[in-house]
């Protein structure tokens, strides 16, 4: 399938919805909403302001912000001026922040005042030129200005064009393997994603999807929030997760139809007690996993409690814009995250790039329109990552006979001892259903005799003790001895980054530390 695209990029898709539905509401967030003439109205005037502090095409324009209605401003008048939008995870310390600002090369960031401290701790005169404060202010003067201030800016002529192919977004890969990349998206890459998802699940301009997840991530900008505004629906915007339960509330009284979820908050769900009400009256259609693994246990006890509302599991990275697979409306299968999305193509290859035949184990290969142009200022990586305009994962899984993809493990966390393949997915799975496991996490060790060896990493569940004598025994009698990790270790919390991805490397630094500490 060829997918189609009405629009050039996202100024183009705002304003024509603003022309052709102006007093539809395109936004909630708290007791505010806003019509798409209104939101139109605020991306005008904000990008007036980055006109006149002589913001260009190509220039970078970086978000440390929370959810909120200035992140949807910023992002569409970004596109206005034919600049670059640069979303940054707010979960950084300054130090990693700076690297940011300056890898990227932002000429402005536009930050949330409850960050005060990390922003001016990371901020060097090579940096930025600007920044612009959500909240409270908190400097005046010539580099500082407030957001209600800066869409108060004088008009404007603002006459720039941008084209599918053009540079949108920026995406800093999450550093799970070393420094963070920034992937290069266009406005076709996201907007692919927008039309794909689009057909598989009918989406209608009646559909509102909640975004609690933050807005930096790739999951939450394309799916949870281009896509709505992209098929002329509505996103309800949650500034802070806590209270946890005003983000049932805000479904509920908002009648949300999508949820965009990662597997910690389906996790918490599928326990929660919700009330009876919430359960007859919501209009949730349809619950969807990403950004991480969902385990097969918290995905059935989904699928039991909401008996009407399909769950699905599905599976990108922000190098693919994010999505590239997930399960379809009509034929779900659990342990699998579906079949490639509409448009597009996923193979796997062997490490010599030959494609493998059906139910063989390879990495995993997506081609397609989402597929990134390449790492900024990155030549060598982009060259490793892409081939034949295709992106190659680093994930290894295979296709079943449908073209259903199972993941099997990523690629540089295979372990191999004595010459044989370990995934450690196969045996997280397995310690994941004992008694007391919330969350594991299976790393490779260097071992004199076997080159490599297993080791595991357990969270509890909250209040919850680990048999682990019993673990040990319980994996012998259902894996093969040289699968078995060599020692267990309970730790308080695995180490995750801003959507629920275990970092490994953060594993193995601890391994290694306490081996020569």
């Given at each position: ?270 326990k929660a007690k919700l009330p009876w009400y919430f359960m007859w009256f919501h209009k949730i259609r349809i619950f969807v996993s990403g950004a991480a693994p969902l385990q097969e246990s918290v995905l059935k006890a989904m699928q039991d409690k909401f008996k009407k509302t399909a769950m699905l599991e599905g599976y990108g990275l922000s190098e ?198």
């Amino acid at each position: 399938m060829k997918l189609e695209y009405p629009y050039k990029n996202f100024y183009e898709l705002l304003k024509y919805h603003a022309t052709t539905k102006g007093d539809k509401k395109a936004l909630f967030i708290g007791k505010r909403s806003y019509t798409y003439k209104e939101l139109l109205n605020l991306c005008d005037s904000f990008a007036n302001y980055l006109v006149s502090i002589d913001i260009k095409p190509e220039d970078k324009v970086a978000l440390f912000l929370r959810n909120s209605l200035e992140y949807v401003v910023s992002v569409f008048a970004i596109s206005k001026v034919g600049a670059i939008t640069v979303p940054v995870n707010t979960f950084l310390k300054s130090e990693e922040l700076s690297y940011i600002l300056e890898d990227s090369d932002a000429k402005v960031l536009v930050a949330s005042s409850q960050y005060k401290d990390i922003v001016l701790n990371s901020i060097a005169p090579e940096s930025c030129d600007s920044i612009v404060w959500e909240g409270k202010d908190i400097k005046s003067g010539s580099m500082h200005i407030s957001f209600d201030k800066a869409i108060l800016t004088e008009n404007k002529t603002i006459n720039i064009q941008r084209e599918l192919e053009d540079l949108a977004v920026f995406f800093y890969t999450s550093g799970t393997t070393g420094n963070p990349k920034g992937a290069m998206l266009t406005y076709k890459n996201i907007f692919s994603n927008a039309a794909s998802a689009t057909i598989l699940f009918n989406i209608n301009p009646k559909d509102r999807s909640i975004i609690f997840l933050p807005m930096f991530h790739s999951f939450t900008f394309s799916i949870g929030m281009m896509l709505l505004l992209y098929a002329g629906g509505s996103i309800v915007i949650i500034e802070s997760i806590r209270p946890f339960s005003n983000i049932f509330k805000q479904t509920l009284l908002k009648r949300v139809t999508l949820f965009f979820g990662v597997p910690d908050v389906y996790r918490a769900l599928s326990k929660a007690k919700l009330p009876w009400y919430f359960m007859w009256f919501h209009k949730i259609r349809i619950f969807v996993s990403g950004a991480a693994p969902l385990q097969e246990s918290v995905l059935k006890a989904m699928q039991d409690k909401f008996k009407k509302t399909a769950m699905l599991e599905g599976y990108g990275l922000s190098e693919s814009s994010p999505a590239a697979c997930i399960n379809p409306l009509h034929k779900q299968k659990i342990g699998s995250v579906g079949p490639a999305m509409p448009g597009y193509n996923i193979k796997i290859v062997d490490d010599n790039y030959k494609e493998l035949p059906q139910g063989e184990i390879g990495e995993i290969v997506i081609c397609g329109d989402n597929v990134m142009k390449g790492y900024y200022r990155r030549l060598e990586a982009t060259k490793e990552a892409i081939r034949d305009g295709c992106l190659l994962t680093g994930d290894l899984g295979y296709l079943d006979s449908d073209g259903y993809l199972f993941i099997v493990d990523r690629k540089k966390d295979l372990i191999i001892t004595k010459g044989i393949n370990v995934y450690p997915k196969e045996i997280e799975s397995n310690i994941d259903v004992f008694p007391g496991v919330k969350q594991s996490a299976v790393i490779g060790i260097p071992d004199d005799k076997s080159g490599e060896v297993p080791i595991a990493y357990l969270e509890p569940e909250e209040g919850e003790s680990i048999d682990t004598v019993g673990l040990k025994k319980y994996l012998k009698e259902i894996l093969a001895d040289y699968k078995v990790p060599k020692a267990i270790y309970v730790i308080e919390e695995l180490p995750k980054n801003a959507t629920g991805k275990v970092l490994k490397r953060e594993l193995r630094a601890r391994h290694q530390k306490g081996k020569s500490g």
